[in-house]
């Protein structure tokens, strides 16, 4: 996004423009990012050659998961439908990890006649499951175990995954445990060791204490794994301050890894390829006094993005148009919805704004959508991509009339 004349564009496209055409609140994508952030994520990692798995949750919209197929990345589901989706958008079987705390009979079942690469196995009583689906098909499983490194990823408590009070994953003790069971097993092939420690990581050190955690585990079980996930959770700037991962030491710290284990790197990227890639364009409805700070009602609510009032997530709001005038109070910008959490931000000093303004959220191209609702039965907004300065429709307005 760039200011022209004072005027916001995506992609070369007046923001206005559009939204006086589709009307607000519109998700607009930019394929021109998703693709760029593809090349720039495969080039952080040329050295390791990994499987890039695309986490569906961030976003399953279809025509986003066509376009991910078309840059050659397999695919990271956590239910039946994400499964579903991923192989109707193209997305080659053997390029597919199931992973999930709760997967149920009919989803391993189904996994396993679609013979996806592996299912990333939580506990023990899935690996047993699993195993009595396998004996009763008379098919062998691949599988994996994931291990829970107890490493703080340093982020959200919301979003962290990898330490012992969190529901993912085994504990060293029983990986170990399952790895000597899996040994004998006539139905599962294990194949992976899978590791997710959280999400929205920009620091290195998480990633490096899970690694030695790996590494010491990978020993004890004597056991050579043929892959090694993981995950994902490469956090994104939100707050426009050049705050990143560095992926050149992270690749780094991999290839120390794989110079004792030779092994193939999953990663489950998600928020890193699709976060930045989407605006949420909105208008101002009313701006309400307050005490102290003014309210700035928005036509875009909770229910269209959910990540502010589920964990405090913060994203950046911009104006359409750009002005020199501030307000003398703070703005909170809020949705419609009748829930106090029901706010986007806080902030100081933005400029002055006036009722049906345009305004942007910025980064919500992961965990937008995905997370959307039908709240207060209010309809999901419209999904368009912007192709090369022109516009596609990825998913229509809900009607009103669909939800009554």
Do not use: W
Not at 67 to 96: F, R, T, Y
Not at 220 to 227: A, V
Not at 337 to 363: G, P, R, W
């Amino acid at each position: 996004m760039i200011y022209k004349k004072n005027k916001l564009l995506i992609d070369g496209l007046d923001v206005s423009s559009l939204a006086r055409k589709f009307k607000t609140p519109i998700y607009c994508y930019s394929l021109k990012k998703i693709n760029n952030n593809i090349i720039n994520f495969k080039n952080h990692f040329k050295k390791i050659n990994p499987l890039i798995c695309y986490a569906v949750k961030a976003n399953s919209n279809l025509g986003i998961l066509k376009e991910i197929k078309k840059n050659d990345l397999g695919a990271d589901v956590v239910s039946i439908g994400e499964l579903m989706k991923a192989l109707k958008a193209g997305i080659k079987p053997q390029k597919i990890v199931f992973s999930g705390v709760g997967k149920t009979n009919a989803e391993i079942e189904y996994a396993i006649r679609k013979n996806i690469l592996l299912i990333n196995t939580e506990s023990k009583s899935e690996i047993l499951e699993i195993e009595k689906i396998a004996k009763t098909k008379k098919k062998i499983v691949n599988i994996g175990i994931r291990l829970n490194p107890n490493t703080d990823a340093q982020t959200l408590s919301q979003i962290s995954t990898g330490k012992k009070a969190n529901k993912f994953g085994v504990d060293q003790k029983i990986f170990l445990q399952l790895v000597s069971y899996l040994k004998k097993s006539k139905y599962l092939n294990l194949k992976c060791l899978s590791v997710h420690i959280g999400s929205q990581i920009l620091r290195l050190k998480p990633y490096q204490d899970m690694l030695k955690v790996i590494e010491k585990t990978i020993k004890k079980s004597n056991y050579k794994f043929e892959y090694i996930d993981l995950g994902g959770g490469m956090g994104i700037d939100y707050n426009h301050n050049n705050s990143k991962l560095d992926f050149k030491k992270y690749s780094s710290s991999i290839k120390k890894i794989l110079k004792i284990n030779q092994c193939k790197i999953i990663f489950e990227p998600g928020r890193s390829i699709v976060a930045n890639t989407a605006i949420l364009i909105t208008k101002v409805i009313y701006i309400k006094e307050g005490y102290k700070k003014d309210f700035v009602i928005l036509d875009a609510g909770m229910n269209d993005l959910m990540r502010p009032a589920l964990y405090g997530a913060h994203h950046k709001i911009k104006p359409y148009q750009k002005t020199k005038s501030r307000s003398k109070k703070n703005y909170e910008f809020v949705g419609p919805i009748c829930e106090s959490t029901d706010t986007f931000a806080n902030v100081k000093k933005f400029q002055k704004l006036n009722e049906k303004d345009f305004l942007v959220i910025c980064d919500v191209g992961a965990y937008g959508t995905s997370l959307a609702s039908n709240y207060n039965v209010r309809p999901k907004p419209i999904e368009i991509l912007i192709r090369r300065s022109k516009i596609q429709i990825l998913k229509k307005r809900q009607k009103i009339s669909e939800l009554i």
